[in-house]
């Protein structure tokens, strides 16, 4: 019987692409990262907090398959999480995301990580143009909040975490009972607003 992270798998596997949306998890090698990661958080255990963020980046999640990494993170992020995770994990290239090194620049002075994810866990993009961003629409967000409720399952978090107004929104609306909080996005200048949040929920 499949377990619980082979269903997600599926399920994400699944997801068609569109004229703006591409599925990362359409590829072997955003799913084998992405299974790596869900093992490496139960079997090292994480600080309890899921954070959930808007969608995958181009040039971060999108290619990893892990939210909020980059492949520069994934090869070089001296942070022991990454390091154990490491040879469990692979890369096709080295970007590197602003995002994503802000994040675990802001976490190498701590040995415990929070566990990451996106409300839209799939990378939504301008017409036609895979390179580029742009925000979830609210229905996209919608159906991206029964994938979440499955990756608490798996995850067990003790408390949710929105990275953005998107995702903090969107829970709200749901009324998550997991959910305790806004953290600022750290991309476009918010890089002082994250830091500050993640400390004053002692992350």
Known sequence: MPDPISNLLAILEGYR???????????????GNLRAYFEALIRWPYTGD?????????????????????????QSSRHPFICRLRPLLRTAGTQSEQTATIIWNYLSERPAVPAFWNIFPFHPHKPGNPGSNRTPTAEEAQFGHGILNRVAEILAPKRILAIGKLPYNTLLRFKHPLLKGYIRHPAHGGKAGFIAGMKSFGI
Do not use: D, K
């Open 17 to 31: 692409n569109g004229h703006t949306v591409a599925n990362p998890y359409g590829h072997e090698l955003q799913r």
């Open 50 to 74: 899921l954070l959930v963020g808007e969608a995958p980046g181009y040039a971060g999640c999108a290619l990893t398959g892990m939210p909020f990494t980059s492949e520069a993170i994934i």
